[in-house]
């Protein structure tokens, strides 16, 4: 913008000068033009030229008159105060018919034209002059026709840029507001600091941010519908091998000594939490119908630490429950042992050595909660803040899907998946509606 206002006070003020000497000149010509029409109409005259009639000719033709004769010499003028003597030399060493003369620094137009002195017939030149004076009225009459002009182109190129720039104005505002609505309202919370331009420029580079968002978003859910294909076509191929073992290990449990029981148990358990691995593919792919029922969670706590016994034993871990009566709650009985196997998992892995679990539930109107705690580190800030993708694990095994499958199960029954740190451990917070409004 301020190089806009330059340019045009640049170029007016180039303008202005140009106009005034354009003016200057073309006054000069007019005035040079109309002395020379005067002193050839009186050169064609028959009046006689002395000092009384030239006199009264110069207010009429607006000029001073003098006449000389061949050698250069005064004849007659008019009574004009002027330095006569000087002009005359002037004249003489310039001799044409237009031009300009200097004396004492006043500048004299001037135009010649050749005639005859009526009583003897002698040649002589006859020079109306015109000085600064006479120049002044007819620059200033076009000069102000001039910047009449120049005035009014003004105003009316400012009028159009004006009504130009209100318009690209008007436009970018209007951008700007189409490409705030493509943004969430926490992305246009601010005020946007600047010029039109400015404003434009940082709803562009949000409007960016939010598409390379979206293609992450894109590549991500892609990989994770491929992964979803390949978890689904492997749990199917896994159920029935599995539920064979199954059926094979407690025959062989019947006929087993009372001693080797509590291992065919164990296989048998191993077998089962296989079984639920395989179900939390299917999740994974969104593959397997949902089973409503009535449940209790303190029952399905229960099964699934029956689940878990082999690793209690392996690390030492000791469980403390705190489980008052809870009331049902609508689930899939397979998705809540997948959701709770997954939570303790992650509790048996954090804990040290010889450490212990807890597990405390409580029931609000409409809700029962359910609270697993660990003597862990913690969960990292990315997973408490949601911002860990469905890849994302600290542990050197695993896949990293354990807690994306737990939001899941939890969304789908409507409830809520609470995680943070305390001073002893990571807690993972259940929080299911109660049956009269699941």
Not at 94 to 104: A, M, Q, V, W
């Amino acid at each position: 913008m301020l190089l806009t206002v330059v340019v045009f006070v640049l170029t007016f003020g180039l303008g202005t000068l140009l106009g005034v000497y354009g003016a200057r000149r073309l006054a000069q010509q007019q005035l040079q033009s109309r002395l020379f029409n005067s002193a050839t109409a009186l050169a064609g005259s028959s009046a006689p030229l002395n000092e009384e009639v030239l006199t009264r000719f110069a207010p009429l033709l607006d000029a001073e008159i003098i006449v000389l004769d061949t050698n250069g010499q005064i004849i007659a003028h008019s009574a004009g105060n002027l330095p006569w003597e000087e002009i005359r030399q002037k004249l003489t060493y310039h001799p044409r018919i237009k031009g300009i003369i200097t004396i004492n620094h006043q500048r004299y137009y001037y135009a010649a034209a050749t005639g005859r002195i009526p009583a003897t017939a002698k040649p002589v030149s006859i020079v109306l002059l015109a000085g600064q004076a006479y120049l002044d009225k007819p620059v200033r009459t076009i000069l102000n026709g001039y910047l009449i002009i120049i005035a009014a182109t003004s105003l009316l190129l400012a009028a159009g840029m004006y009504i130009l720039g209100m318009s690209l104005v008007s436009r970018i505002k209007r951008l700007n507001r189409i490409v705030d609505q493509t943004l969430s309202e926490e992305q246009v919370s601010y005020a946007r600091s600047g010029d039109e331009l400015s404003r434009l420029k940082e709803a562009f580079e949000d409007l960016m941010k939010r598409l390379e968002q979206s293609r992450q978003r894109l590549i991500h859910q892609q990989r994770l519908a491929v992964t979803g294909k390949i978890a689904a076509s492997i749990a199917h191929e896994l159920r029935n091998p599995l539920q064979a073992m199954r059926l094979t290990v407690q025959m062989l449990r019947e006929n087993c000594p009372a001693n080797q029981q509590e291992n065919c148990d164990l296989i048998i358990g191993e077998i089962d939490r296989l079984n639920l691995l395989t179900n939390e593919l299917l999740v994974l792919a969104d593959a397997d119908n949902l089973r409503i029922e009535k449940l209790n969670l303190a029952d399905e706590i229960s099964e699934t630490l029956k689940l878990l016994k082999l690793q209690f034993r392996q690390r030492d871990i000791k469980v403390e429950m705190n489980l008052p009566k809870l009331p049902p709650v609508k689930m899939d009985r397979n998705r809540c042992r997948q959701l709770l196997l997954n939570l303790l998992l992650n509790a048996v892995e954090a804990s040290p050595r010889g450490g212990t679990i807890r597990i405390a539930g409580q029931t609000l109107t409409d809700r029962v909660i359910v609270r697993i705690a660990d003597n862990g580190n913690g969960f990292p800030p990315e997973v408490i803040s949601g911002q860990a993708d469905e890849f994302f694990s600290t542990k050197t095994s695993g896949a990293g899907l354990g807690l994306s499958i737990c939001r899941r199960i939890i969304n789908q029954a409507n409830g809520q998946l609470n995680l943070y740190n305390t001073d002893h451990g990571a807690v993972a917070e259940i929080v299911l509606p109660t049956n009269s409004e699941a």
